[in-house]
């Protein structure tokens, strides 16, 4: 008779652990346990610090890049000078000359420039004498010396008309309340500055003055001068 | 108890293949992006004071090879080490005469070549503001920024300032003719173009110039020098 041969189910890994337990004696199954447990510590702590140096691997690799690289160029611009001059409202003298007597009014120009050797202001007359009423005319104020201010002083005779400036660039002969007559359309200084302006520019007032003298006989109208400012860069 | 300890080899594996890989699938997430990786055993960057050395340990079938018509180069440092140049088409760049009030403005072509898959960025710089040769004296930088441009009119049309006019993928704060927005040069370098994507040839860049200055502006000559640099995008 053929024996019938059971075929056997192979054995699970827990089985086989099992098994393998149940056949220690019995002084091996605690150490059995103990490398059990010690094996999963250990593995538990080896997956930490693999992650830890993973994840300190990618911090370092963070920090590169893939190389730079540079090149320059100077760029320049110039600014040019410039200079600016307003234009004041016209000025009427006060007040009105009745045969004798003197008369005044004042002007402010304000300079603007970024020139750093900074700026002049000088002041001219379109006719000479300057101010006149058709064919009648003051004359312009005759200084002692040409072209050296003076304090105003007019003959009894005379009708004169001059100017001077004031201000903190007035040229420093006009100090002391002292007038030059124009001189038609040459240009008189009567301020700079050896700076460019500030903030919104630097004012100079001229100062006009006429007088008839008490001897004098100035014939009645209304005069009129023409001054012309220019302020030039240094 | 052989069998065990292939087993206990074995579930350690597991565990470090699992850990490793589970990492290594994470590319990207919200805030970071891994453009490249290698699975192995080891490397890092490391440097004394003379020398540096980024390396990877257990990469397989690295270095270059070629056909007639590719070449590559495996391995990792390839990936994040790439060819790359910058170039500016005049190391000097003069903007003329500038009257205030009337800008003046010029160009530069910054020229990038390089092999780097992902492009570059380019990141500009100022030595300082443009000064004259006073030494003291400065021109203002414009009031746009980098990251907010603006355009170029009152209150925000005087200083030193650019533009990004044309290039590959410039990003639409900077505007378009003729409205192009400006901002300052940095002191510090910071991004002010990125070319993303790899492109066979050379990647130009047209950076545009604008000076104005106030009426204040002392005249004369300045300048500053504007530099350039390409950091290749890993």
């Known amino acids: 008779m053929k024996r019938k041969t059971k075929k056997r189910r192979p054995k699970s890994l827990i089985e086989k652990f099992g098994l393998y337990y149940s056949h220690l004696p019995k002084n091996k199954r605690r150490i059995f346990l103990f490398e059990i447990e010690f094996f999963s510590m250990l593995g538990i702590v080896l997956l930490a610090l693999s992650s830890i140096l993973f994840f300190s691997y990618l911090e370092s690799i963070d920090g590169l890049v893939a190389g730079d690289s540079s090149d320059s160029v100077t760029v320049s611009v110039t600014v040019v000078s410039a200079v600016s001059l307003n234009s004041p409202a016209d000025v009427s003298l006060s007040p009105e000359i009745e045969e004798a007597g003197s008369t005044s009014g004042s002007v402010t120009w304000n300079v603007e420039t970024n020139d750093p050797d900074g700026w002049k202001l000088e002041v001219n007359a379109s006719a000479s004498p300057a101010l006149t009423s058709g064919g009648n005319s003051f004359a312009d104020y005759d200084e002692a010396v040409s072209g050296t201010p003076e304090e105003w002083s007019v003959a009894a005779a005379d009708s004169e008309f001059g100017f001077n400036s004031s201000g903190t660039y007035a040229e420093a002969g006009f100090s002391g309340d002292k007038y030059l007559g124009f001189n038609g359309a040459n240009r008189i200084q009567a301020a700079h500055r050896n700076a460019p302006s500030e903030g919104t520019g630097d004012d100079t007032t001229i100062n006009f003055k006429a007088e008839s003298g008490s001897g004098h006989s100035q014939p009645l109208g209304t005069y009129t001068a023409t001054i012309t400012a220019t302020a030039t860069n240094l | ?234």
């Open chain 2, 1 to 234: 108890m052989s069998k065990l300890v292939v087993f206990k080899i074995f579930s350690l594996a597991v565990f470090f293949f699992l850990s490793a890989g589970g990492c290594l699938s994470q590319m990207s997430s919200g805030s970071y992006k891994i453009n490249a990786d290698s699975i192995n055993f080891g490397g890092a960057a490391s440097s004394s004071e003379t020398y540096k050395l980024n390396d990877t340990l257990g990469e397989i079938a690295t270095g270059e090879s070629a056909s007639g018509t590719y070449k590559m180069n495996a391995g990792f440092w390839y990936m994040v080490n790439t060819y790359l140049t910058l170039t500016v088409d005049s190391h000097t760049k003069d903007l003329g005469s500038l009257l205030a009030g009337s800008p003046v403005t010029g160009q530069s072509t910054v020229t990038v070549t390089t092999d780097s898959w992902d492009g570059y960025s380019l990141n500009v710089s100022k030595d300082h503001k443009m000064r004259h040769t006073d030494g003291v004296t400065t021109i203002d930088d414009h009031s746009g920024t980098i990251a907010t441009p603006l355009l170029w009119s009152a209150p925000n049309n005087l200083g030193f300032g650019f533009t990004v006019i044309s290039g590959t993928g410039v990003d639409a704060k900077w505007g378009e003719n003729p409205n192009y927005k400006y901002a300052a040069f940095p002191d510090v370098a910071e991004t002010a173009h990125a070319k993303r994507g790899y492109k066979s040839e050379a990647d130009e860049t047209v950076i545009g110039y604008k000076a104005d200055v106030p009426s204040d502006q002392k005249s004369g000559a300045y300048s500053c020098t504007i530099t350039y640099t390409a950091v290749g995008t890993i």
